[in-house]
């Protein structure tokens, strides 16, 4: 699946098109995905995925509900924090196919994995008390139409835990200091890491055109209120290109 930088731009204003190119190329880096996310993070992606475990079962959750799951590292750790079950659902079935065989290795009986889009869970209204996705949010063409399937399923007062690349717009003297850096990283580095390691160079020249496309930490705040969520905290990681959100479903109005 070779894609010119042009084509790569195109996706970001044809939904059908980037929907399909994201499934497929998620399918085809499967094998080498969790290697080269620890190669391109220096192994930071690890310890992100265990804050938003953290978060995800700080309120003692019965069911987690992981949305684009991929290899299964969030969910697994959210069952291994002590979540009573975990759901994890992505389209892209090799993903899938890696996620059920490290729950088996690992010994995880309470992860259960599913394929599904992100914006038609096969789920319940009002079962999750939390809902959780890594890297996930800026590859869906229809954002509005995920969060408000996450607000769907989750309960009255249930958490929506994200974490995700972020467009970089440096604030603080340290963001612009570094972020010469972090560019330099995310667009010259991360596609010659996934071209030596996966060989797949366009999917990592898609990494960095898929931030660059999405929000700042401050704006994604606003688009999770604009789909009816109350945002509880935010953290910005490596200049502000990583960012988490925690958000919490409104409780129900009293009657």
Request: one cysteine or more; a neutral charge; charged letters at 20%.
């Amino acid at each position: 699946m070779d894609q010119t930088p042009d084509d790569l731009s195109e996706l970001f204003s044809n939904q059908q098109s980037r929907s399909g190119y994201v499934k497929q190329m998620f399918g085809e880096i499967a094998p080498k995905y969790d290697l080269v996310n620890r190669l391109m993070t220096f192994g930071l992606d690890a310890r992100w995925r265990k804050a938003v475990a953290r978060a995800a079962v700080a309120q003692n959750s019965g069911l987690v509900v992981d949305a684009g799951t991929g290899s299964g590292e969030l969910a697994l750790a959210c069952a291994r924090l002590g979540a009573q079950t975990v759901i994890g659902l992505d389209f892209a079935l090799p993903m899938l196919e890696n996620a059920q065989t490290k729950s088996q290795h690992l010994g995880v009986p309470n992860s259960h994995f599913v394929s599904a889009d992100a914006t038609r869970l096969p789920l319940a209204a009002n079962i999750a008390d939390a809902w959780t996705g890594a890297f996930v949010l800026r590859n869906i063409p229809d954002l509005d139409g995920a969060l408000q399937e996450a607000l769907r399923v989750l309960r009255p007062g249930g958490r929506l835990i994200t974490l995700d690349a972020a467009r970089l717009q440096p604030r603080s003297l340290i963001q612009r200091l570094l972020a010469p850096g972090a560019r330099f990283h995310f667009n010259k580095l991360v596609p010659l890491i996934g071209k030596l390691i996966s060989g797949h160079s366009d999917a990592y020249q898609y990494l960095p055109m898929s931030a660059e496309n999405f929000f700042t930490p401050t704006e994604f705040s606003l688009r999770l209120r604009k789909n009816g969520f109350e945002v509880l905290r935010s953290f910005e990681y490596v200049a502000g290109t990583v960012m988490l959100h925690i958000a919490m479903k409104p409780e129900a109005a009293p009657e």
